[in-house]
């Protein structure tokens, strides 16, 4: 019984580094190094980053590699805009390739306004203020202005920052140096100087699309982007921005009717982008018009093809840019789609209620909170008093008079 026992033991002893060896192996060659990317401690994907350190962390870390970006244009495309200059910037510094296509401007412009990043690389974060004891007559007026059971609830932290450092900051009242746009390899695409061409076949999709997605596959391709390019060469990562997509300058007309003819044009051309990105290492950023589109079931439609989907709101033209509630902010964020990665829930944002705002020179993303409105508050108190005081007023003039009148 002893031989039997000792062979299965050896048998064992025999399988087990094998077994651990070989996984240890299959692990370390999946990882790619590449410069401006880490794996995501979500989910384990490659991410890269938006440019923009507070949307990085709106995001899970950053944006994944081969994942849609959804932004649904402010009414003025200031900020939308702005973000993906951002995103362009960010693959200059890190050196990855990019592919920039618009029916507007032309790419070179884009390129020439993108922000020059910040030499010293530090992120000017300024520390939550501790709470001080009063040390004079003043400061304890000051902080008898908020009740007393509020005086111990720790200060919300509006900044969205993450405690590991990824990305790179930029100055936006400055653009970039062109010895550094100019080192980056760029691939550009300007609709007018692409003629249509007549297809034999009825396609649901526009051939201005068509044309996009042929010169992204010959990009990808050409460039090995897709696996096909020998192992020995350097791997690197192809930024995608595509401005604004579905308006009529692409020749779409889902901005200008509520039935429009080509309902699945930019749908279908979504899931051949999404195909391409999946399979290669690529991500793009895609930039949309929705306000302009008024079939908000259509429009529905669009967001659910992306991985990711926010929308800008801006206060520019409306109500609330005086509104001094809304003072320190030039616009709300909404999350409208999160991405469903390696996992079967997706994380969420903590917080729901998200504003933007531009400073001199930086963009960020916070949490919005409104201060209490002790000056509404008093204002509507005392003149309250007021209307109760003229009521009486009017009560006691009232009766005087009709003491002179019966006296008459």
């Not at 087990?16 to 190094?33: E, H, I, Y």
């Not at 950053?62 to 702005?82: F, H, K, N, P, Q």
């Not at 309902?263 to 290492?281: D, Q, V």
């Not at 929308?311 to 909404?334: I, M, V």
């Amino acid at each position: 019984m002893a031989a039997p026992m000792k062979s299965v033991g050896k048998l064992s002893v025999e399988r087990s580094p094998f077994s651990a060896t070989s996984f240890q192996k299959k692990t370390r060659s999946k990882l790619v190094s590449i410069p401006g990317t880490r794996p995501s401690v979500q989910n384990g994907q490659l991410i890269v980053s938006t440019g923009v350190t507070s949307l990085d962390y709106l995001l899970g870390g950053g944006l994944a590699v081969g994942t849609l970006l959804l932004i649904e244009e402010d009414r003025y495309d200031s900020y939308s805009r702005m973000i993906l200059k951002y995103f362009l910037a960010e693959g200059v510094v890190c050196r990855h390739e990019l592919f920039v296509a618009a029916a507007q401007d032309n790419p070179d412009d884009i390129l020439q306004e993108l922000p020059a990043p910040i030499l010293d690389d530090i992120a000017i974060h300024k520390p939550v203020e501790q709470h001080r004891l009063p040390c004079g007559p003043q400061d304890s007026l000051d902080s008898m202005k908020i009740a007393w059971r509020y005086q111990n609830l720790p200060k919300v932290q509006s900044a969205l920052a993450s405690s590991s450092r990824f990305g790179h900051y930029y100055d936006v009242s400055k653009t970039m140096e062109p010895e550094i746009r100019q080192a980056a390899n760029c691939h550009r695409f300007y609709l007018p100087e692409h003629p249509a061409q007549s297809s034999p076949t009825h396609s649901p999709m526009l051939e201005s699309y068509s044309a996009l997605l042929k010169s992204l596959q010959e990009v990808i391709h050409r460039e090995g982007f897709d696996g096909a390019a020998p192992m020995s060469k350097s791997r690197n990562i192809l930024r995608i921005g595509l401005h604004s997509l579905g308006s009529a300058l692409w020749g779409d007309d889902l901005c200008c009717r509520d039935n429009p003819r080509h309902s699945h044009a930019l749908t279908t051309f979504l899931y051949g982008l999404r195909a391409l990105l999946r399979s290669s290492l690529s991500v793009a950023v895609v930039t949309v018009p929705s306000h302009l589109i008024q079939n908000r079931a259509l429009m529905g439609s669009i967001t659910r093809l992306c991985d990711n989907a926010i929308a800008l709101e801006s206060f520019k033209g409306s109500e609330r840019e005086t509104n001094p509630l809304y003072k320190d902010y030039h616009g709300l964020l909404h999350v409208r789609q999160v991405p469903h990665l390696n996992c079967l829930a997706s994380e969420l944002p903590d917080h729901k209620d998200l504003a933007f705002k531009l400073k001199r020179k930086q963009f960020s993303i916070e949490r919005l909170h409104l201060p209490p409105d002790l000056s509404e508050t008093v204002s509507r108190v005392s003149r309250g008093e007021l209307a109760g005081a003229a009521m009486a007023g009017s009560g006691c003039g009232s009766g005087s008079s009709g003491n002179k009148h019966l006296d008459f």
